[in-house]
């Protein structure tokens, strides 16, 4: 990355930075634009240039996640099929107490979490980076189908994988919003993963691979992290 490119990562992290701080203080729909330009100390403009909406203020951390599912399918190691690759994808996350699982219990990501899904402004803005998400991932696993699957395959298996991650995500947030602290909801976290990817593995099985330039959905044996339970 460039120094002007560098530069202007500073400047959007910034004005983020500036802006949470200001909706976790006084609520979103208290804090206007101006004051967020005011506290970042660049104008309106500037600001507009940076996030197009106010909503984007808070859910670009959203969009740093946005292509990373399909990231993942894309740069996977040979021999590895999607779903492993993002079933092991999803166990690191875990692992690292990545705020994207759900599995975080620092102070900041609770109080992040709780202001992102008390607004409806910002749930549905986070919707639509979801669904983003989801369109990219369906363009990975399309490559990787190849050309003779059925162009609606691709798109099934990209949301239902997107909503995978956000159930597994939700269920962790909920569970340390109830008391629970990362260490000791991981366990559960890991078996659910567990589980999930395998009802995915199982779902998708009759996904044949197709007959020239394609790969299989589904692989062998799970991630290390624990078998998959069969219930």
Not at 107 to 117: D, K, N, P, T
Not at 198 to 227: K, N
């Amino acid at each position: 990355m460039g120094l002007r490119e560098r530069k202007k990562q500073r400047t959007r992290e910034t004005i983020s930075e500036a802006a949470i701080a200001l909706f976790l203080e006084h609520g979103f729909d208290q804090v206007s634009v101006a004051d967020v330009a005011a506290a970042a100390e660049v104008s309106k403009p500037t600001l507009f240039r940076y996030f197009p909406t106010k909503e984007d203020l808070v859910v670009q951390r959203f969009a740093d996640h946005q292509d990373e599912s399909a990231e993942v399918v894309r740069n996977r190691p040979a021999g590895v099929s999607p779903l492993d690759a993002l079933h092991r994808h999803f166990l690191d996350g875990l692992e690292a107490g990545d705020p994207i699982t759900g599995l975080s219990d620092h102070e900041g990501v609770l109080a992040f979490h709780r202001l992102v899904y008390s607004t409806p402004g910002l749930v549905a803005r986070s919707a639509q980076y979801l669904a983003r998400a989801e369109e990219e991932l369906a363009r990975a696993l399309a490559d990787t189908l190849g050309e003779e699957s059925r162009e609606v395959t691709s798109r099934l298996l990209a949301g239902q994988l997107v909503a995978t991650q956000r159930i597994l995500a939700s269920t962790n947030w909920q569970r340390i919003v109830d008391g629970g602290s990362a260490e000791d909801v991981r366990p559960e976290a890991v078996a659910d993963a567990n589980h999930a990817f395998a009802l995915l593995s199982r779902g998708t099985a009759a996904i044949a691979p197709p007959g020239a330039g394609g790969a299989s959905i589904t692989g062998g044996a799970p991630p290390t992290g624990g078998a998959p339970p069969t219930g």
